[in-house]
């Protein structure tokens, strides 16, 4: 026998509608999404998700995303087996926190190659600079054709000078950004000659990578000053 006062089915479920249309919280935490803001609920959402994180010793270079676990591709770039992110992470100011762009196996890739380079040429490690190379890659500088050629003997035996006129030849990659396979960057080259002269070199090269090698390198760099 049902009590008096005791509520039926629908209507428990009649008013437990009502406290829902009455509870601002989904649309306080849709409007906080949607502008970005981290409120308390995008906050501990974050928090319940903080043990699903790589660790730092897990991730290249270190680096630990701020939101979503990560995930690594690997590929064979320069000889070895390196691993690359496959995602773009853009940290916003404050507390907006962070936008996702997914990139693809042939954009991870040749900034990859061009990561690997980069550290080679700082290390001042001819061996491994030739290594990101293709064996018959071709390399043009449209405002100095005569400077083109094709094969590696001819970027070891260039680097192989550059560092020995220079040995304090610093790279500095200003900008990278990636079309498919193939990488734009902008640089600043720099060093000390013997006599004590300064060179500054800024410009843009374009890599053109396949199966974890530049295949061809078209070099647009000039001193300045």
Same mark, same amino acid.
């Given at each position: 026998?049902?009590? $008096?006062?005791?509520?039926?089915?629908?209507? *428990? #479920? &009649?008013?437990?509608?009502?406290?829902? *249309?009455?509870?601002?919280?989904?649309?306080?935490?849709?409007?906080?999404?949607?502008?970005?803001?981290?409120?308390?609920? %995008? @906050?501990?959402?974050?928090? #319940?998700?903080?043990?699903?994180?790589?660790?730092?010793?897990?991730?290249?270079?270190?680096?630990?995303?701020?939101?979503?676990?990560?995930?690594?591709? +690997?590929?064979?770039?320069?000889?070895?087996?390196?691993? !690359?992110? =496959?995602?773009?992470?853009? *940290? =916003?100011?404050?507390?907006?926190?962070?936008?996702? +762009?997914? *990139? #693809?196996?042939?954009? /991870?890739?040749?900034?990859?190659?061009? +990561?690997?380079? @980069?550290?080679?040429? =700082?290390?001042?490690?001819?061996?491994? $600079?030739?290594?990101?190379?293709?064996?018959?890659?071709?390399?043009?500088?449209?405002?100095?054709?005569?400077?083109?050629?094709?094969?590696?003997? #001819?970027?070891?035996?260039?680097? !192989?000078?550059?560092?020995? /006129?220079?040995?304090?030849?610093?790279?500095?990659?200003?900008?990278?950004?990636?079309?498919?396979? $193939?990488?734009?960057?902008?640089?600043?080259?720099?060093?000390? /000659?013997?006599? &004590?002269?300064?060179?500054?070199?800024?410009?843009?090269? %374009?890599?053109?990578?396949?199966?974890? %090698?530049?295949?061809?390198?078209?070099?647009?760099?000039?001193?300045?000053?």
């Amino acid at each position: 026998m049902m009590a $008096v006062n005791q509520p039926r089915d629908w209507e *428990k #479920s &009649g008013r437990e509608g009502e406290r829902m *249309k009455q509870t601002p919280f989904w649309g306080v935490l849709l409007a906080t999404l949607a502008l970005g803001y981290a409120g308390q609920a %995008l @906050h501990a959402s974050s928090a #319940s998700r903080s043990d699903m994180r790589p660790a730092a010793a897990d991730q290249p270079n270190g680096l630990v995303n701020a939101g979503e676990p990560s995930q690594w591709a +690997k590929f064979v770039v320069c000889g070895n087996t390196v691993a !690359a992110e =496959n995602r773009t992470n853009v *940290k =916003n100011s404050g507390e907006q926190g962070v936008v996702m +762009k997914t *990139k #693809s196996s042939h954009q /991870q890739e040749a900034e990859a190659v061009l +990561k690997a380079l @980069h550290a080679a040429i =700082n290390s001042h490690d001819v061996k491994s $600079v030739v290594a990101c190379f293709a064996q018959d890659v071709r390399s043009e500088q449209p405002r100095h054709p005569e400077r083109s050629f094709i094969g590696r003997a #001819s970027v070891e035996k260039n680097w !192989a000078a550059n560092f020995a /006129q220079l040995p304090d030849f610093h790279a500095e990659v200003i900008r990278v950004i990636s079309d498919e396979n $193939v990488v734009w960057t902008e640089w600043r080259w720099s060093g000390t /000659q013997a006599n &004590g002269h300064s060179v500054d070199l800024r410009g843009v090269t %374009l890599f053109g990578v396949e199966e974890g %090698l530049i295949q061809w390198a078209r070099l647009y760099m000039d001193p300045v000053g």
